[in-house]
């Protein structure tokens, strides 16, 4: 049971550490998120400007939140991971119904312009899951061994916004280098005429002056 729950902290936690780093996204390219609220058209007008300025330091302010929770102890982790919670599912609501109603519209996960995907549905409530258990399955253990289970959470969001990346990146079209649009077509052959006739003059026997005569 403690491994069980000890997997669902570092789960939790990494979730945490992809909110700051979405809220740091978020708020460096705030013209790209406000672009992608204009694109879903879910949230009403009138509040997509609160809604720009404050969606990225409410990720940062939660996941560190979050994360300071799990070093102090158990009860704060608690809190912690509930608010957390409580707002992946926000995430998966959201994603879910910008899926089936809006399904070309840009994401805007991590300042990305991209289309949703089922997957960052699934992202979100897995996480919204994984916070809500090991909020009801609090860890107890020394300042030293809560700081390490950082490590492992930080390895699983790396790699969860590893895949995300890679789900989301569209394979260059044939005869294109890395999608940028240049053709790397191979040079093209010189054409050359029909057999027997580049090397027609060649072997033709010259004139002479008895064939004038």
Request: hydrophobic share 50%; proline share 8%.
């Amino acid at each position: 049971m403690a491994a069980l729950a000890l997997s669902l902290s570092a789960v939790a936690l990494a979730g945490a550490l992809l909110l700051v780093a979405g809220g740091l996204a978020h708020m460096r390219d705030r013209a790209s998120f406000d672009a992608a609220l204009t694109a879903q058209r879910l949230v009403p007008r009138s509040l997509r400007p609160l809604l720009g300025r404050l969606a990225g330091p409410l990720e940062i302010a939660i996941g560190s939140g979050a994360v300071a929770g799990w070093l102090v102890g158990p009860s704060t982790a608690a809190w912690g991971f509930g608010v957390t919670a409580l707002l992946y599912a926000g995430f998966g609501a959201y994603t879910s119904a910008l899926r089936l109603w809006r399904p070309t519209a840009p994401c805007g996960c991590f300042g990305s312009d991209r289309p949703v995907t089922w997957a960052v549905a699934v992202r979100a409530w897995v996480f919204a899951g994984a916070a809500t258990a090991a909020a009801l399955l609090p860890v107890d253990g020394p300042a030293v061994w809560r700081l390490a289970t950082l490590a492992p959470a930080a390895i699983i969001g790396f790699v969860v916004w590893l895949l995300q990346e890679i789900g989301h990146r569209p394979s260059p079209p044939y005869g294109t280098v890395g999608g940028g649009g240049r053709e790397s077509n191979p040079p093209a052959r010189a054409s050359r005429p029909p057999y027997g006739v580049e090397d027609r003059g060649r072997h033709q026997p010259a004139n002479t002056s008895s064939e004038r005569s």
